[in-house]
């Protein structure tokens, strides 16, 4: 496996000497992430070994948490707060946000949020779309009534001219308050219609009329933004010289938390969604089928994801169900139940279609062969994401890592390794901090990822 270092070569933005790091052997490093349950942060020491874990979840009761980014910052400090209160010498040196790819919001220049957020999985904006389609060409990740930048338009008519509106993903935000600095990574800005392959906003985005400044600075993870500000490190009881980096999306970070480099080794982030990622040489995107490409460092990260997961298992079973069912399911032999598990109405990959509906009939009175109904149609979901990246080009995995709570399932590993037909192991790491702190840290050192030229 090849360390963070090379992994995250130099290109993403250089390091000054206002952010020189220390020498100590106490340093460590902070990743936080934003997810559909709750935030985390993760504390690793330059050896890149785990120091620490803090989770809070989103509170159980009230409007959906993805929208609110007050109280995203609220849980971002308790858990912050919690991590410096239990780092026992160690001293933080950079800190890294990662967050859903493709939720975003609008805010002033101060970064004063102006709405509400949209959630990644908000869809439906069929006129912004024809707007956008009326100017993107056809493979554009811009396009569809779900991406990021129909979101964008839609909020965009819901706020007064004259504010200095701009669009900020759910990380790009959090990074802001910490340092002052607003800018976006490169991973994403990419569902905001920007080419990572050129690194720019491409000029087709004039015809949009957006305001000034409406598209953010775009810099490669990994890029010293500032050091924190001095308020907010005294409130968090952090160091008032830690340096925030830029971060990227939860999937991304969860591959540099996985621990893989080669070529052909795909990630699947078995969370609340489903999510597909497949190290390529080439990129592959196709918006039709919810395909797209991250950079990372010098290869390509292919994939999608699917509205399938543990978000639709939970509206079926509780943790301790799911524990007690998983011994008596039969993975080498299929139920013949042809699900398609959704939480809602809508799929994003491997097929784009916003009106798809769940489909978890006939359920057996056996509720272990329910559940293992529901796993096969969320393995075959999987496959399929698989063949679809072959089909648009890319490699087909020679082994599949598992990350995310569904990992730990020896069960549904097995179910998988049968549909996918290649070995599935686990992932080094399961938690998307874990790869965030490890882009903390290479950034710290100058070594962000490379994403192209940076762009304002």
Same mark, same amino acid.
Request: hydrophobic letters at 40%.
């Given at each position: ?27 460590? *490093? ?27 979840? /989103? ?61 990644? *999985? ?53 990074? &802001? ?23 720019? /906003? ?31 490190? &005294? ?64 290869? /390509? ?14 509206? *079926? ?22 699900? *398609? ?69 020896? &069960? ?45």
């Amino acid at each position: 496996m090849l360390s963070t270092r090379q992994w995250l070569p130099g290109g993403g933005g250089q390091v000054g000497t206002a952010y020189k790091m220390h020498g100590s052997e106490r340093d460590c *490093y902070l990743g936080l992430d934003l997810g559909t349950s709750g935030c985390r942060v993760a504390a690793i020491d330059d050896a890149e070994r785990v120091l620490m874990q803090v989770k809070i979840g /989103w509170p159980a009761a009230g409007t959906d948490p993805l929208t609110r980014p007050a109280l995203w910052w609220e849980v971002a400090c308790r858990a912050l707060r919690c991590t410096a209160a239990r780092l026992d010498g160690w001293v933080p040196r950079a800190l890294a946000v990662d967050g859903t790819s493709g939720t975003v919001l609008l805010c002033d220049g101060h970064g004063d949020p102006l709405t509400e957020a949209l959630p990644y *999985y908000a869809s439906g904006f069929l006129a912004e779309a024809q707007c956008i389609d009326r100017v993107a060409p056809t493979g554009s990740t811009a396009r569809g009534a779900g991406s990021a930048l129909a979101r964008a338009l839609h909020l965009l008519a819901l706020v007064r001219e004259g504010q200095g509106v701009r669009v900020v993903n759910q990380s790009d935000w959090l990074a &802001a308050k910490l340092c002052g600095r607003i800018a976006c990574d490169a991973n994403n800005a990419l569902k905001l219609g920007y080419e990572p392959v050129s690194g720019h /906003w491409p000029d087709w985005m004039d015809a949009l009329a957006l305001p000034d400044a409406f598209l953010p600075e775009v810099v490669g993870p990994g890029t010293a933004l500032a050091s924190i500000l001095p308020d907010r490190a &005294a409130a968090l009881g952090l160091p008032a010289d830690l340096l925030v980096v830029a971060g990227t999306t939860d999937s991304v970070a969860g591959v540099l938390a996985a621990g893989v480099s080669a070529p052909a080794t795909a990630v699947t982030a078995l969370g609340s969604t489903l999510v597909l990622k497949l190290i390529t040489e080439e990129p592959v995107f196709a918006p039709q089928y919810g395909v797209y490409s991250h950079r990372l460092g010098n290869a /390509w990260l292919a994939g999608g994801a699917s509205n399938s997961g543990g978000a639709v298992l939970a509206q *079926y079973f509780t943790v301790e169900e799911l524990e007690q069912l998983s011994p008596l399911l039969d993975p080498e032999n299929d139920t013949g139940l042809d699900y *398609y598990p959704l939480p809602r109405r809508g799929e994003r990959f491997p097929q784009a279609n916003p009106n798809l509906l769940p489909r978890l009939e006939p359920r057996p009175s056996q509720p272990h062969r329910f559940l293992q109904g529901m796993l096969e149609g969320i393995a075959r979901i999987e496959a399929d994401g698989y063949r679809r990246l072959q089909t648009l080009g890319a490699p087909y995995p020679v082994r599949v890592v598992s990350a995310g709570g569904g990992a730990a399932n020896r &069960a549904w590993s097995r179910i998988r390794e049968r549909y996918l037909g290649v070995p599935v192991s686990v992932a080094q790491h399961q938690e998307a901090c874990v790869g965030t702190a490890r882009l903390a840290r290479a950034g710290a050192g100058g070594h962000g990822l490379s994403s192209g030229r940076t762009e304002s």
